[in-house]
């Protein structure tokens, strides 16, 4: 699964993004996807996950509130609706997906497939 994220801007303090994740070369529409992000000189952080439809998502304390994770099976697209956006927001937002849902749903090491990553910074 080639995934490919976008979406990502230069956006002031209070603005909203929305962040897309679609896959090249075949559906993952039943797949779990996360999303994480990387600030520079940072290791990777867990922002968001979302299993099948029916479940709840999973978010980072960090974001719960401002971000929405979302699915559009139609589209076969993965969305980041980020609003209320802060300067320490600013990072690479990243797509992962694997075949199955895991608990460990947070941790980087856990996804087979990514994205190459789009730019949020957040101006103060």
């Known amino acids: 699964v080639q995934l490919q994220a976008s979406g990502g801007g230069l956006v002031q303090a209070g603005g909203s993004l929305r962040l897309s994740c679609t896959a090249g070369?075949?559906?993952?529409?039943?797949?779990?996807v996360a999303w994480f992000r990387q600030a520079p000189g940072k290791e990777r952080e867990f922002v968001a996950a979302l299993r099948l439809e029916g479940f709840k998502p999973y978010y980072s304390d960090s974001v719960k509130g401002r971000f929405t994770i979302s699915r559009d099976k139609a589209k076969d697209t993965v969305y980041l609706q980020l609003n209320s956006l802060k300067p320490e927001d600013t990072a690479d937002y990243y797509c992962?997906?694997?075949?199955?849902?895991?608990?460990?749903?947070?941790?980087?090491?856990?996804?087979?497939?990514w994205g190459q990553g789009t730019q949020v910074t957040v101006s103060s």
């Open positions: 992962a997906t694997r075949p199955r849902w895991t608990v460990a749903y947070y941790s980087p090491a856990q996804y087979n497939f």
């Open positions: 070369g075949r559906t993952f529409s039943t797949y779990p």
